[in-house]
T-cell receptor
Framework: ELKVEQNPLFLSMQEGKNYTIYCNYS?????LYWYRQDPGKSLESLFV???NGAVKQEGRLMASLDTKARLSTLHITAAVHDLSATYFC???????????WGAGTKLIIKP | DVKVTQSSRYLVKRTGEKVFLECVQD?????MFWYRQDPGLGLRLIYF???????EKGDIPEGYSVSREKKERFSLILESASTNQTSMYLC???????????FGPGTRLTVT
């Protein structure tokens, strides 16, 4: 069964701290996607990682991909309250049109 | 910018009603998707379409049907709405096989 597992599923942290969200997957996908969802809103694309070793950064968020380990990380540096959201990772499924989604990590950053 | 729009942000329907949710994308994408999202259950794929008039079932197609008569429009139909179909419905599109999906704003449907 194709699986994408995110860890942790819930994270409450203080502003200014660093933390990492992990995304493990069971497929042989070379591509991984990170999305952000604010409460009551839709999903917004954050990063598309297209190959082994890919690293992308925007602001306080940095995502990386290790296809050999089937692992992606989303690192948050010096967190601020505005980063509070649910973060999803997804990989290509067996059928080329579909994505396999993680359950999401709900991130709460307290002032 | 890719734009995916959905016909309603909020919808309240009665049990047994036929419900149409419409999704339109303006970037000539081949693929379109309908998901539902429920607390604790993540995103679940209902149906997707990879071309006009082509559709495939996702993980939870029961109680739903879809229609894609034009490339830019993908409709989700609840033939006879039930209370367990109360959910957030998200439409997405993508330009090619296995690529990044772009989401609409979502429709929060309540069936009473």
């Amino acid at each position: 069964e194709l699986k994408v597992e995110q860890n942790p599923l819930f994270l409450s942290m203080q502003e200014g701290k660093n933390y990492t969200i992990y995304c493990n997957y069971s497929t042989t996908s070379d591509r991984l996607y990170w999305y952000r969802q604010d409460p009551g809103k839709s999903l917004e694309s954050l990063f598309v990682l297209l190959s082994n070793g890919a690293v992308k950064q925007e602001g306080r968020l940095m995502a990386s991909l290790d296809t050999k380990a089937r692992l992606s990380t989303l690192h948050i540096t010096a967190a601020v309250h505005d980063l509070s959201a649910t973060y999803f990772c997804a990989v290509d499924g067996d059928s080329n049109y579909q994505l396999i989604w993680g359950a999401g990590t709900k991130l709460i950053i307290k002032p | 910018d890719v734009k995916v729009t959905q016909s309603s942000r909020y919808l309240v329907k009665r049990t047994g009603e036929k419900v149409f949710l419409e999704c339109v994308q303006d970037m000539d994408h081949e693929n379109m998707f309908w998901y539902r999202q429920d607390p604790g259950l993540g995103l679940r794929l209902i149906y997707f379409s990879y071309d006009v008039k082509m559709k495939e079932k996702g993980d939870i197609p029961e109680g739903y049907s879809v229609s894609r008569e034009k490339k830019e429009r993908f409709s989700l139909i609840l033939e006879s709405a039930s209370t367990n179909q109360t959910s957030m419905y998200l439409c997405a599109s993508s330009p090619s096989e296995a690529s990044e999906q772009y989401f609409g704003p979502g429709t929060r449907l309540t069936v009473t």
